[in-house]
């Protein structure tokens, strides 16, 4: 999968006025946005036709998960804002996972569906005591869940993507770092590294939000890769 505009940054902001800052100061040729659960909670969807306007492609990261006909239905939402992604929790099992991708198909979407596995906060303990197993297995059964449904990828650590590889599949990650600041994250590892792990997309909030010139930021990634 070749696609040149790796970068996807992380719109983590509660206020529109931060937002427009950023994108009036960004090009839409070298990044594609994300839009998170605060930011869509507070502005919904006309937050993704402003963006979309500004010619940017969305990523929406609401991660849904509930019964398979509430997870179509959102989907159908989703889709037919033309978001260029959409994710849902694998644990939701292969049903909800069908009822996304039959969503997908109902609107004709080219846009990408994509999995959360594990999520990269949980550990080996907090595995155990939600799934009854560890992180590895863990992935690896929501894996063939994603794998099953033909899901077109799965949003993960890097480091997890070993464990995730299969073919033709797209890997989203976060965790992204061009500094030392591990912030919330348990590892954090540099754009360069998780491509090399296999990552094709790469999540990047904070070293590119809070840096004092967000296009330059971009720019420098852009050319280090
Ligand atoms: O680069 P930074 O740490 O600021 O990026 C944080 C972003 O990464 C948040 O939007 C968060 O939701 C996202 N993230 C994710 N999946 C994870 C961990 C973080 O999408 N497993």
């Not at 967000?214 to 420098?220: S, T």
């Amino acid at each position: 999968m070749i696609d040149s505009k790796k970068i996807i940054i992380a719109l983590d902001y509660n206020n529109s006025q931060e937002v427009s800052k950023l994108i009036n100061n960004i090009d839409p040729n070298l990044c594609r946005l994300k839009i998170g659960k605060e930011l869509f909670t507070k502005y919904g969807p006309k937050t993704i036709l402003e963006l979309h306007d500004k010619g940017f492609e969305v990523f929406l990261d609401l991660k849904f998960h509930d019964i398979p006909t509430t997870v179509y239905k959102a989907c159908i939402s989703a889709f037919s804002l033309n978001v260029w992604m959409l994710n849902i929790h694998l644990s939701g099992g292969y049903d909800m996972a069908i009822a996304a991708m039959n969503a997908k198909k109902d609107c004709q979407s080219n846009s990408k569906l994509i999995g959360v596995t594990a999520l990269t906060s949980l550990t080996d303990d907090d595995c155990i005591r939600i799934y009854g197993c560890n992180r590895s297995d863990q992935l690896k059964r929501l894996k063939d869940i994603g794998l099953d449904a033909n899901i077109d990828g799965f949003v993960c650590s890097p480091y997890d993507i070993d464990t995730l590889k299969a073919d033709n599949k797209i890997f989203v990650t976060p965790g992204i770092r061009t500094n030392n600041n591990t912030n919330d994250h348990h590892k954090v590892i540099a754009p360069q590294e998780a491509l090399k792990l296999g990552s094709n997309y790469l999540v990047i909030g904070r070293s590119i939000t809070e840096s004092s010139n967000p296009n330059k930021e971009i720019e420098k990634i852009v050319n280090s890769l």
